[in-house]
């Protein structure tokens, strides 16, 4: 079975550009979740959806940080623009209904 | 309100000495699950455990066992006879059925087993 599928891996951008994420969860798996990872922190919660809902994005920053999930499947996180604290990675994940969460291996971005 | 706490934050010990890891958690709900997460150096998060509020049989997987105590809202997790491959960082995470399956993590606990 394929895992969750992230791109790109690495990023390297300069303050106030623009970045965009891809996520390609498991199939047929309705919860999508998108977390931040800051150096030395345990992930946090930016956005959930079911299928292509929002369920919870109470910590995502509106102001700078959207993200979609088309059709129920594939999700983008995008920043725009981009701010030095927003260094972090950006991990996605998916999982059916009350089961674990499984993770792809995160965007690592880094902003100059 | 739903939290984590895993208050060691960095742990070393010899390879082959017994480690645990501690967990206590937050939580309005009676039904709620638990998570255990490895971070190793390459970054991917790796599932672990999951239990739910229901059940509180301690479970053995190989080397890792799993202590959940509702009386100390704990889930504790202990590695047996540790090997440097275990090295990585732990998280717990927690789950709230009321909640949207909102997964909430810890900060968790770098360990470092030492050759």
């Known amino acids: 079975e394929a895992g969750v599928a992230q791109s790109p891996r690495y990023k390297i951008i300069e303050k106030r550009q623009s970045v965009a994420f891809w996520c390609n969860p498991i199939s047929g798996h309705a919860t999508l979740y998108w977390y931040q990872q800051i150096l030395g922190q345990g992930p946090k919660l930016l956005i959930q959806f079911q299928n292509n809902g929002v369920v919870d994005d109470s910590q995502l920053p509106k102001d700078r940080f959207s993200a979609e999930r088309l059709k129920g499947v594939d999700s983008t996180l995008k920043i725009q623009p981009a701010k030095l604290e927003d260094s972090a990675v950006y991990l996605c994940?998916?999982?059916?209904?009350?089961?674990?969460?499984?993770f792809g291996q995160g965007t690592r971005l880094t902003v100059v | 309100a739903q939290k984590v706490t895993q208050a060691q934050t960095e742990i070393s010990v010899v390879e082959k000495e017994d480690v645990t890891l501690d967990c206590v958690y937050e939580?309005?709900?009676?039904?709620?699950?638990l998570f255990w997460y490895k971070q190793p150096p390459s970054g991917e998060l790796v599932f672990l455990i999951r239990r739910n509020s229901f059940d509180e049989q301690n479970e053995i997987s190989g080397r890792y066992s799993w202590n959940f105590q509702k009386s100390t809202s704990s889930f504790n997790f202990t590695i047996t006879a540790s090997q440097v491959v275990d090295s990585a960082v732990y998280f717990c995470a927690l789950s709230e059925a009321g909640r949207d399956d909102k997964i909430i993590f810890g900060k968790g606990t770098r360990l470092h087993i030492l050759p």
């Open positions: 994940a998916s999982s059916l209904v009350y089961i674990e969460a499984f």
């Open positions: 939580t309005r709900d009676t039904t709620y699950y």
